[in-house]
């Protein structure tokens, strides 16, 4: 099984609609993240958290919210999903400490399409 | 605010050639660590090779090796023995030392490995 798991893998919804996309990690991290995906623009960060009190926003959080459910789970939410919405979503996880690599985990991804 | 660049869109090389890919950054930091990640047709993020910035010498993992620049602020990825398997998109990414893991990437390059 996946380290970091992400339901759903795919998604296609209507404009309008409410969305969330669930991430839980089993490697005991306390820092995730969710990035959104286009083409040409790479990876954008929307929001992270680095344990369950703390949410923070990153680039483009405009129309997502979070939920830290736990130390294991972070959700993504879309109150209103629209159009530009559609891009492939990344949930991640790091390490905190002295010893830490600065390398990010990350889950299968989410494709989300919005019409 | 840091940003990342990787100039060639798309390239392509012969199998059992070498290819090199283009990442130049910019950033007003001295203690930071950069990434090459791979996302292959599963679209997985898998990592590559990693380098610290105090580190005056390249990372090499196998085939894939880098040329950090410090100065330059570049951080070329090369590919030796191409290999069919290595089709995929790379991403450049970076980070600040203390910046919590929140990784900036650049907007990738689609390398395809002819037969």
């Known amino acids: 099984d996946a380290d970091v798991t992400q339901t759903p893998r795919n998604r296609i919804t209507k404009t309008g609609k409410r969305i969330m996309l669930e991430c839980s990690q089993t490697?005991?991290?306390?820092?995730m993240y969710w990035y959104r995906q286009d083409p040409g623009l790479g990876l954008r960060l929307i929001y992270y958290?680095?344990?369950?009190?703390?949410?923070n926003k990153g680039e483009i959080s405009d129309g997502y919210s979070v939920s830290r459910q736990a130390q294991a789970k972070f959700s993504l939410s879309l109150e209103s999903a629209i159009p530009n919405q559609t891009a492939l979503y990344f949930c991640?996880?790091?390490?905190?400490?002295?010893?830490?690599?600065?390398?990010?985990?990350f889950g299968e991804g989410s494709r989300l399409t919005v019409l | 605010a840091q940003t990342v660049t990787q100039s060639q869109p798309e390239m392509s090389v012969q199998e059992a050639e070498t290819v090199t890919l283009s990442c130049t950054y910019d950033?007003?930091?001295?203690?930071?660590?950069l990434f090459w990640y791979k996302q292959p047709p599963s679209r997985q993020m898998i990592l590559v090779i990693r380098?610290?910035?105090?580190?005056?010498q390249n990372a090499t993992e196998n085939r894939f090796s880098v040329n950090f620049q410090k100065a330059a602020k570049s951080f070329s990825l090369k590919i030796s023995d191409s290999q069919l398997g290595d089709t995929a998109m790379y991403f450049c990414?970076?980070?600040?030392?203390?910046?919590?893991?929140?990784?900036?990437f650049g907007g990738g390059t689609r390398l395809m490995v002819k037969p």
């Open positions: 991640a996880t790091s390490e905190t400490g002295t010893g830490h690599t600065g390398e990010l985990f």
């Open positions: 490697k005991g991290h306390d820092r």
């Open positions: 958290s680095f344990d369950v009190k703390d949410i």
């Open positions: 950033t007003s930091e001295s203690n930071y660590y």
């Open positions: 380098q610290e910035a105090y580190k005056q």
């Open positions: 990414a970076f980070t600040v030392g203390n910046a919590g893991n929140m990784l900036t």
